[in-house]
Structure formats: structure tokens, C-alpha cells
């Protein structure tokens, strides 16, 4: 069982250069996340969708993309890199929906390995 | 006031030792809970899930209080593999996409 799979594991960019980092699940969840994770700063949402075909800001957008390619893959775009972005990013899905009962077990987060990012 | 507070720690224990980790929650109408674990430099897992009437999964004991809005993590019988990173997690929010608050995690060492 794959579960979620992110590419690349490892990136070093330069400042200014663009890049997407790929995120795909085999559990037919409806939502998935892009988070970041920095020393001191715990997991910061960037954007999540939902379901296919829509996507939301979390706390920390900007300078970021994202698209829900279909069900299973939901990719991030740095179009323009910067220092800041240095990070692990994490990618994530779940069952949960936006209607309906509040389960739970369908709120349970399964991430990915991570994608280590540095920006020179 | 951070959503999901934590005491970054780190804890250090002996082996067999008890080991409580506490978190708060600012948002009162949160509707699930949950303890994750992350290993250094792996992505986080999840331990278990916290309910009402607290729970237990073998050396792990979970209790909520929603009236004071506080998670707990109690591990019994310490392993030199239960250090790792805990984080407290909450779901403030209905309706929406299933969106998680992560706390920034209690560090966990068991020394032999």
C-alpha cells in the first residue's frame, strides 16, 4: 500500500528559480493538504483542497500555487523561490468531506515522506 | 494565543518511566482530537485519536476535558522507541474540508 507518495524527496533551488512538487494518494480520499514545517513552528497549513475540483488558502499562501489535478493528486507550485521557502514540506489526505456527519476518523490526516526543500 | 499549545519540552526519562504530555485548545466548538507522533526528520503518524471518555491503547492513555478545553497523553512503561515528537492536534472547525490545527509538539527522550 503506497498510501500518500510526494516527489522529489530532496530539491535545492536557486532563489528566483520555480519548481512543483507532486503529491499523490491511492486511498480515494476527497481532501488533501500542503503543509510546511519549520524548526520552532510546528506544521503551518498552506493550502488544502476540499474535494476535486476546489482549492483554499490555509495560514501561509503566499507565494505559492497549488492544483487538484484530479482525485488523486494535488500538486504545489513555487513559481518564484525565495530563502524563505526553505522548509520539509508535507503533503497529506483524508476522507473527510465538506458535508455531512462529522466522523471522527474520516478528520485522520495520512501524510507523506516529505519533500526537503532548501533555496539558495 | 496559539489555536493548539503545547510544552515543547524536550522530556528526558529514564526507561519504564511515566511520561504525562498536556495541550490546550483555544477554540471551544473543536470537534475531534488526536495524537500524532513524528520520528526526527520523518513525517508525523498517527498515534490515536482522543475521545469524551478518554481512552487507551496499550501504554498510551488519552483523556479530553472539553470543560477546560485540555488534551492529555500519558505514557506508561517508557521504551527507549516511544522517543519521538508528539504533537496535539484539533479540528476546529466543521464543515471545512476536514482542516487540522497541529500543535508544535512535545519532544520525548528515553534514555536507557
Known amino acids: 500500500n503506497a498510501g500518500v507518495t510526494q516527489t522529489p524527496k530532496f530539491q535545492v533551488l536557486k532563489t528566483g528559480q520555480s519548481m512543483t512538487l507532486q503529491c499523490a494518494q491511492d486511498m480515494n480520499h476527497n481532501s488533501m493538504y500542503w503543509y510546511r514545517q519549520d524548526p520552532g513552528m510546528g506544521l503551518r497549513l498552506i493550502y488544502y483542497s476540499a474535494s476535486e475540483g476546489t482549492t483554499d488558502k490555509g495560514e501561509v499562501p503566499n507565494g505559492y500555487n497549488v492544483s487538484r489535478l484530479n482525485k488523486r493528486e494535488f500538486s504545489l507550485r513555487l513559481e518564484s523561490a525565495a530563502p524563505s521557502q526553505t522548509s520539509v514540506y508535507f503533503c497529506a489526505s483524508s476522507y473527510k468531506t465538506t458535508s455531512g456527519s462529522v466522523s471522527g476518523a474520516k478528520n485522520i490526516q495520512y501524510f507523506g515522506a516529505g519533500t526537503r526543500l532548501s533555496v539558495l | 494565543r496559539k489555536e493548539v499549545e503545547q510544552d515543547p519540552g524536550p522530556f528526558n526519562v529514564p526507561e519504564g518511566a511515566t511520561v504525562a504530555f498536556n495541550c490546550t485548545y483555544s477554540?471551544?466548538?473543536?470537534?475531534?482530537f488526536f495524537w500524532y507522533r513524528q520520528d526526527c526528520r520523518k513525517e508525523p503518524k498517527l498515534l490515536m485519536s482522543v475521545y469524551s471518555s478518554g481512552n487507551e491503547d496499550g501504554r498510551f492513555t488519552a483523556q479530553l476535558n472539553r470543560a477546560s478545553q485540555y488534551i492529555s497523553l500519558l505514557i506508561r512503561d517508557s521504551k527507549l522507541s516511544d522517543s519521538a515528537t508528539y504533537l496535539c492536534?484539533?479540528?476546529?472547525?466543521?464543515?471545512?474540508?476536514?482542516?487540522?490545527?497541529f500543535g508544535q509538539g512535545t519532544e520525548l527522550s528515553v534514555k536507557p
Open positions: 477554540n471551544s466548538a473543536s470537534q475531534s
Open positions: 492536534v484539533v479540528n476546529p472547525y466543521y464543515n471545512q474540508g476536514g482542516k487540522l490545527i
